[in-house]
């Protein structure tokens, strides 16, 4: 099948596979589906910058197939072992088989795990060169961005560069940069993809911004959606990230909670009530309408937190539960919590909510508001003493 070409700059072309179908991305949900990113640079030694999830391999060959003759390819990239990116090197090499596999210490180590192959590989490291004719490639190891294989390629012959996961989103599209979409919508998503994959390396993420920071580029072309090319959207995106991997939040309290009998909704309700009567910012979550990826882009930019969950089986509810234990893993920090609920004759189950919630690594402000059957509006103004808690903790 012959395919849109698409040149992002001189000889650099994108072969990527659009997943339109997809619905999760283990386990994040992403209704706007996702792209594989795939980059094709002709010079002398032809160069692939990453694959693609195995089933998009016919239709990233075609693409390739319609730019140049795949046995040209001299090196395939595996900037990340992941198998969204490098689930079709395999099946490639059938058609390229004299290319060698470009990647870091840890990458030929993933590589080598997954397919058991004896591929010719080149390992590089940080600051190494790889010259294909006119540009000279380098590359910037950045472990843990997403894994610690994980690494950026760098042409400072195009000025770009290719950071592999950083700065993607999960958005499958025809455009090809962020500036042809509505830019909240690319901000949202890239938050989205920052908070559900990247969250727990802030300190990592930092120590890259800071390598990056003495490369001279002008377009971020990531492993997953858009590709960055307005100076303006490269300065806010690498703004947005400073922000997040240092953990800054903003002033504003979300409310995520679940409901058996309205007992627990009804405290939410009336926290929304009082905070917004307050003027605080604040938004609510139900647990039965929101995934908790779409939760989780909100805990990034939210320095309160209040969890309302009822007790069932001496238990938390397991929506609540889900969402604790994938936060335990994403390991928000600076950020504080408050819990609370309804009850019907033990609030054991309150203990378990309290730990996993330190365990995610948040402090919680005060003891949690727990009460009985159905709370009635004395019980539920009980409430206000957060409210107070949270208005001096914005003052400071
Ligand atoms: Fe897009 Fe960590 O793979």
């Known amino acids: 099948m012959k395919y849109d070409l698409n040149e992002i700059k001189k000889d650099v072309y994108w072969t990527g596979y659009l997943d339109w179908e997809l619905k999760v991305f283990h386990g994040y949900s992403t209704p706007h589906g996702s792209t594989y990113n795939s980059y094709l640079l002709l010079d002398e030694k032809p160069t692939l910058i990453d694959t693609v999830k195995h089933y998009g391999f016919k239709e990233s060959l075609d693409r390739i197939e319609d730019i140049i003759d795949p046995r040209k390819i001299e090196y395939i990239i595996s900037n990340h072992t992941e198998m969204d990116h490098s689930g079709t090197i395999d099946e490639l090499l059938d058609y390229c088989p004299n290319a060698q596999v470009v990647c870091s210490p840890k990458g030929e180590e993933g590589l080598k795990r997954h397919f058991k192959k004896r591929w010719r590989f080149k390992v590089v490291h940080t600051g190494d060169e790889l010259d294909i004719g006119k540009r000279k490639l380098q590359f910037v190891l950045m472990p843990m961005v997403h894994w610690p294989d994980s690494m950026a390629t760098y042409s400072s012959y195009d ?193 378990e909510v309290e730990e996993f919630i330190k365990e995610a690594g948040f402090e919680l402000m005060d003891e949690g508001k727990y009460l009985k059957f159905i709370p009635d509006e004395k019980e539920l103004m009980q409430l206000a003493s957060i409210v107070s808690i949270i208005k001096e903790k914005i003052k400071g």
Not at 193 to 221: E, H, R, W
């Open 159 to 351: 000025k770009i560069l290719f950071p592999n996961d950083a700065f993607g989103q999960h958005i499958a599209s025809n455009e090809r940069f962020v500036d042809e979409k509505d830019q909240g919508f690319v901000f949202q998503e890239a938050a989205k993809y920052y908070g559900n994959i990247v969250m727990p390396y802030g300190a990592q993420v930092l120590k890259t911004l800071d390598v990056l920071s003495s490369i001279d580029f002008d377009m971020i072309c990531p492993s997953h959606g858009l590709c960055w090319r307005k100076q303006e959207d490269i300065q806010k995106i690498i703004e947005c990230y400073k922000k997040w991997a240092s953990y800054e939040t903003e002033n504003k309290v979300l409310i995520v909670y679940d409901t058996m009998w309205h007992s627990t909704e009804k405290m939410a309700f009336k926290l929304n009530e009082i905070l917004k009567e307050e003027g605080v910012v604040v938004k609510m979550m139900n647990l039965q309408d929101v995934d908790i990826s779409d939760i989780v882009t909100e805990v990034l930019t939210s320095k309160f937190v209040l969890f309302g969950t009822p007790i069932l089986n001496n238990c938390m509810l397991p929506s609540m539960a889900s969402l604790l234990m994938y936060l335990k893993g994403l390991k928000p920090k600076n950020r504080y919590a408050f819990t609370f609920g309804s009850y019907g004759w033990a609030t054991i189950g309150f203990k």
